[in-house]
């Protein structure tokens, strides 16, 4: 899977619509300080389907809002599409988008999804919102500094399984209920016996 396309509009200091073509290959992003290079990748973050506040350097989510400048009126929406090639050649939008007082809502391909759905897309291609694949900065400190279990998750995610603890967690909790069920089934049948 490869990113093709980055498309920014109100997201925290892209105020108007960008659109960033990424081409095959390593890519760069530079520029001085305070420019926005770190809000791009968080941008990317944010529509893979990150929900921290706080590693998005925000105090609630809806701080990823233009929140305006002395000369211009802050935004009420924020919104972020990801144009993604697959392995097989076909194209593929994720959007995600946020509104003042309304939440945020995800869409693939023009139909709304849940985040796990997105998740699920981003990790089994092992590019998830905490995948180190994005790496910024302090990161590869974490990646030295991590306890054994952390680095694990951090390679098992890289390895692209991330996305099948997930199913395997749903699975387990529906077999439970099943169980349960059985149980409850049994105790009607042992009474009307
Ligand atoms: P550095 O090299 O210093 O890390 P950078 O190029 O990575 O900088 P960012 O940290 O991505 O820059 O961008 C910071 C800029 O984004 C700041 O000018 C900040 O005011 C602006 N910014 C962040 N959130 C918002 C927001 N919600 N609304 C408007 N501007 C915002």
Redesign the pocket.
């Known amino acids: 899977m490869q990113i093709k396309r980055l498309r920014l509009t109100g997201f ?2 892209f ?1 108007d619509p960008a659109d960033l073509v990424i081409e095959p290959g390593l890519t760069g992003v530079v ?10 990748l ?1 941008a990317l973050r944010w529509t893979m389907g990150e929900n921290s506040a706080r590693s998005m ?2 105090a609630g989510m809806e ?7 002395a000369t211009r009126p ?1 935004r009420d929406f924020a919104e972020v599409s990801i144009l993604l090639e697959q392995d097989a050649g076909e194209e593929t939008e994720v959007v995600r988008r946020i509104e003042r007082g309304a939440g945020s809502a995800y869409r693939i391909d023009g139909r709304d999804v849940r985040a796990k759905d997105v998740q699920l897309l981003f990790a089994d291609a092992a590019t998830g919102a905490h995948s180190p694949a994005l790496v910024s ?1 302090n990161r590869i400190g974490a990646v030295i500094a991590a306890k054994p279990a952390d680095r694990r998750a951090m390679l098992e995610e890289a390895a692209g399984i991330a996305g099948l603890h997930v199913r395997r967690r749903d699975a387990e909790a529906r077999l439970r209920a099943t169980e349960a069920n059985l149980k409850r089934l049994d105790a009607v049948i042992a009474e009307t016996d």
Not at 31 to 40: D, H, R, V
Request: glycine letters at 20%; charged letters at 20%; a positive charge.
């Open positions: 925290k200091s105020v520029g001085p300080n305070g420019c926005g290079k770190s809000n791009l968080e350097r925000g701080d990823v809002i233009f929140a305006g400048t802050p900065q």
